[in-house]
């Protein structure tokens, strides 16, 4: 017997079944009908939800892109952190959270043939990252932290290089999870952000121990 569930339920459910799905088989090798029998819905169910099997992607990168984006402001929000701390914290967040909704994203995105979730993921990061990170980098200017005349533009210009500098599509996974490479890329930062050398070596050791 088929379970009656609350639309929100019900489309959040089609949601991460599908990109349980991605994960495995890959977007393209994905079917709407694979989808239906994950769920055990009928075909006409899940297009009362979603037009397309690509219209369903682009809502699984909102809901994650909504949970990120609360974590991110929240943590922009802690009185008891100073700027330093809170760029450290925010960028930890954004890059090992640990939740299986993410995950599976991101097995997703690695999975050949799915260049449209990867192109998505980049935007959507850098969308997220900004906004935040460009608000902590102006109270960096206030607390004599960091010195930055354009923080926006310098908040795109480190996202944007990050993406690339760190995706073995790009370097080879030897390059792209280079430790070294990383702690390098972390003094670029505080140089084009006029912190205190040292500044972001705990960033450093944390994203370390995420790729190990």
């Known amino acids: 017997m088929r379970i009656v569930k609350e639309a929100d339920e019900r489309r959040e459910e089609i949601v991460n079944e599908a990109v349980r799905l991605f994960a495995e088989k890959g977007f393209r090798n994905t079917s709407v009908n694979d989808i239906l029998a994950a769920v055990n819905i009928a075909k006409g169910t899940f297009y009362y939800y979603f037009k397309s099997k690509e219209e369903l992607l682009d809502e699984a990168i909102e809901m994650y892109t909504r949970d990120?984006?609360?974590?991110?402001?929240?943590?922009?929000?802690?009185?008891?952190?100073?700027?330093?701390?809170?760029?450290?914290?925010?960028?930890?967040?954004?890059?090992?959270?640990?939740?299986?909704?993410?995950?599976?994203?991101?097995?997703?995105?690695?999975?050949?043939?799915?260049?449209?979730?990867?192109?998505?993921?980049?935007?959507?990061?850098?969308?997220?990252?900004?906004?935040?990170?460009?608000?902590?980098?102006?109270?960096?200017?206030?607390?004599?932290?960091?010195?930055?005349?354009?923080?926006?533009?310098?908040?795109?210009?480190?996202?944007?290089?990050?993406?690339?500098?760190f995706n073995d599509r790009f370097f080879t996974e030897e390059e792209s999870s280079s430790v070294l490479r990383l702690q390098e890329f972390l003094t670029v930062v505080e140089n084009m952000l006029n912190m205190e050398k040292g500044a972001l070596a705990p960033l450093a050791v944390a994203l370390a121990e995420a790729v190990e």
């Open 68 to 165: 990120l984006t609360a974590k991110l402001n929240g943590i922009g929000r802690e009185s008891d952190l100073n700027a330093v701390e809170k760029f450290i914290k925010v960028i930890v967040e954004a890059s090992c959270s640990d939740s299986l909704f993410k995950q599976r994203i991101v097995a997703a995105i690695h999975q050949e043939g799915n260049e449209l979730l990867h192109l998505k993921s980049l935007v959507v990061s850098v969308l997220c990252l900004v906004p935040v990170l460009t608000d902590i980098v102006e109270e960096g200017n206030e607390q004599g932290l960091c010195r930055v005349q354009f923080p926006k533009t310098t908040v795109e210009t480190l996202l944007i290089a990050a993406q690339f500098m």
